[in-house]
């Protein structure tokens, strides 16, 4: 069972609009909590990475919060544009390690005009 | 500073045959990370390297893989006597001596015939 969850699978959003993806894990002890961006076929990119002290960290129109007592996060995409469509995965970094990342399937959004 | 490069961008392999896929990491990045994607799941971790060391092979499966990280030059991934279950993308990252950051790659799209 993978120890990162993300949800929803996939999401459709109207340009514009707000969005707020999910973030459920089981990884402990986790020593941060990191968003990733990743379009087609290329790389992830990093938005966010937040310890277990921080609450919540903004990126431009990114804006992640974090849970660390229910181990959850969520990332809020704000005023939505057409570059926004991407897989947003959550990675969480494992602290009895060398900081091992555990990676979420990732939440497909798709930006629609 | 050139970001982590990867090449080739695209491979194709009969079954059998060898597959070697490079890495360069970023200027001043002595770390590298080799993670494996395949289609619809998110990205798992193989192995990590430092210069002339594999620090964490855990990730890597027991037969047919490699990974090294010469002194000079860049990191290799090699598969030997690839199979179709071996057709992913294949993500290099490196980061900087502290860690914090994984910077990725293009990644290398393998496809077996």
């Known amino acids: 069972k993978n120890q990162v969850e993300q949800s929803p699978q996939s999401l459709i959003i109207l340009e514009g609009k707000n969005c707020t993806l999910q973030?459920?894990?089981?990884?402990?002890?986790?020593?941060?909590l990191r968003w990733y961006k990743q379009d087609t076929g290329r790389g992830p990119v990093s938005l966010t990475i937040m310890t277990f002290s921080e609450n919540t960290k903004s990126n431009g129109r990114y804006t992640a919060t974090l849970d660390a007592d229910t181990k959850q996060s969520s990332l809020h995409i704000t005023a939505s544009q057409l570059s926004d469509s991407a897989s947003y995965i959550c990675?969480?970094?494992?602290?009895?390690?060398?900081?091992?990342?555990?990676f979420g399937a990732g939440t497909q959004v798709v930006v629609t005009p | 500073n050139a970001g982590v490069m990867q090449n080739p961008r695209h491979l194709v392999r009969r079954r059998g045959q060898e597959a070697r896929l490079r890495c360069s990491p970023m200027k001043g990045h002595s770390h590298v990370y080799w993670y494996r994607q395949l289609p619809e799941e998110g990205l798992k971790f193989m192995v990590y390297?430092?210069?002339?060391?594999?620090?964490?092979e855990s990730g890597m499966p027991k037969e047919r893989f490699s990974a090294e990280f010469p002194k000079e030059g860049p990191s290799i991934l090699r598969i030997q006597q690839v199979v179709r279950g071996d057709s992913a993308a294949y993500f290099c990252?490196?980061?900087?001596?502290?860690?914090?950051?994984?910077?990725f790659g293009p990644g290398t799209r393998l496809t077996v015939t």
């Open positions: 973030c459920n894990y089981t990884v402990s002890p986790f020593s941060n």
């Open positions: 990252a490196s980061s900087p001596p502290d860690r914090v950051e994984q910077y």
């Open positions: 390297l430092q210069k002339e060391n594999i620090i964490d």
């Open positions: 990675v969480v970094s494992v602290t009895d390690s060398w900081g091992k990342l555990q």
